[in-house]
């Protein structure tokens, strides 16, 4: 039988996580898989781990929250998740589940088919983007796109939705030579896929955007440019 681990790095999350949970559990029991839930705390200084370990019945080998003793990003966290989990497939997913965890079907469904990496996307034609972003954040988004593509990865319209599948061979090797701790972690994970050589798909999915963000929109817009031009730089010798 298949298993399936999520991973789902949270910074003070207190508000979103534990309904999050509770609609992920209910989502592995209702399609019946193997599973694991790993939440990756990433230093919260709210009750996010308190919510975690009192919800879905508690710490269990399929509930298990990892804590970061500070906080170190995003990037940090979901490879610390990805590096641990012991599932066939490994889904990562943002705690607010701007993309329903239904959606996970469809990614699994394009490994099953023979691809490697399965990265959500709200920039395909049959994405369906329910409740958007707002008008600078979705700008932001696409003229980033436009520079990753030409410094780093090739095809990709969305690197940045936090939805994406891999198999556990494609996932160990791709997180285990990925180096960024911040949000530019999922272009650099598209990016080695790519010079890996992994059979990598972008699937349209449903994104109801939530609108509390933790995304600095002055500070994580320039940090993100220069970490474009790191990835070509660390991963030069590597692959
Ligand atoms: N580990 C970690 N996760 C973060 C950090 N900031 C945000 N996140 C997580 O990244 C995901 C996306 O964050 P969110 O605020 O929803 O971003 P947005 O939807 O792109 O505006 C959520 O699961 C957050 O908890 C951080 O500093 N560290
Ligand atoms: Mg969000």
């Known amino acids: 039988m298949i298993k399936l681990s999520i991973v789902i790095p949270c910074y003070n999350e207190e508000q979103r ?12 029991r209702n399609i019946n898989i193997e599973h694991e839930i790993i939440v990756v705390d990433d230093g919260s200084s709210d009750r996010t781990c308190e919510v975690v370990l009192n919800c879905c019945g508690g710490e269990n080998e399929t509930h298990r ?17 990805v590096l641990e ?26 490994l099953e088919d023979g691809f490697d990496v399965a990265i959500g996307s709200r920039a395909l034609p049959n994405s ?39 198999k556990r061979e494609a996932a160990k090797k791709i997180f285990s030579l990925q180096k960024l701790d911040g949000f530019s972690f999922d272009v650099e994970v598209i990016y080695l896929a ?40 660390m991963h030069i010798n590597d692959v």
């Open 17 to 28: 996580i534990g309904k999050s949970l509770e609609t992920i559990h209910s989502f592995v």
């Open 85 to 110: 989990a012991t599932g066939d497939y490994i889904l990562f997913s943002d705690a607010d589940l701007s993309t329903p965890i239904e959606e996970a079907l469809r990614l699994i469904a394009k």
């Open 194 to 233: 790519q010079k890996i050589g992994f059979k990598v798909a972008e699937i349209p999915v449903i994104w109801r955007n939530s609108t509390a963000s933790k995304v600095n929109v002055v500070a994580d817009p320039i940090k993100m440019f220069f970490d474009l031009i790191k990835i070509r730089v």
């Open 65 to 81: 929250l990892l804590r970061n003793e500070k906080n170190r990003g995003k990037g940090y966290s979901v490879r610390r998740g």
């Open 128 to 166: 369906k983007v329910e409740i958007r972003q707002n008008f600078f954040r979705e700008l932001m988004g696409k003229i980033f796109n436009k520079i990753a593509r030409l410094l780093t990865f090739k095809g990709i319209k969305d690197s940045q939705c936090g939805f994406k599948c891999f």
